[in-house]
């Protein structure tokens, strides 16, 4: 059975850092483009970054872009997203998702491209 759990969420003040990790079992991440949404209150869950199991490409929505870092460690079997100068607007619940690796590599992918998800951990940037 396939799972993606997510962990390192957490509240902390705006300009801290969080490292978010996206470890799988019952399948290999190495084979898998990994995506992180984030779903606000109130919003549509939109894909900030992937990673592609090909080549290390990476792509980030513009609202991370520069603040927000994604890699992957296939030995561990995780994906993770370092977060940082953190702002209120970053506020969400964090998922990962994996679509598959055969499929080219692109940013930006909707919630209905991916095949598994992580049930998710909650990010609060808040003074």
Known sequence: Q?????????????????RLSCAGSGLSLADYSVG?????PGKEREEISSISNKY??????????GRFTISRDNAKNT???VMNSLKP?????YYCAAISGYLPFRGGRGVDEY???????QVTVSS
């Not at 962990?7 to 850092?17: E, H, I």
């Not at 290390?56 to 872009?65: C, E, L, P, W």
């Not at 607007?89 to 619940?93: I, P, Q, Y």
């Open 36 to 40: 992180w949404f984030r779903q606000a």
């Open 79 to 81: 994906v993770s997203l």
């Open 115 to 121: 095949n598994y998800w992580g049930q998710g951990t």
């Open 56 to 65: 290390g490409g990476t792509h980030y929505a513009d609202s991370v872009k």
């Open 2 to 18: 396939v799972h993606l759990v997510e962990s390192g969420g957490g509240l902390v003040q705006p300009g801290s850092s969080l």
């Open 89 to 93: 607007e970053d506020t969400a619940v």
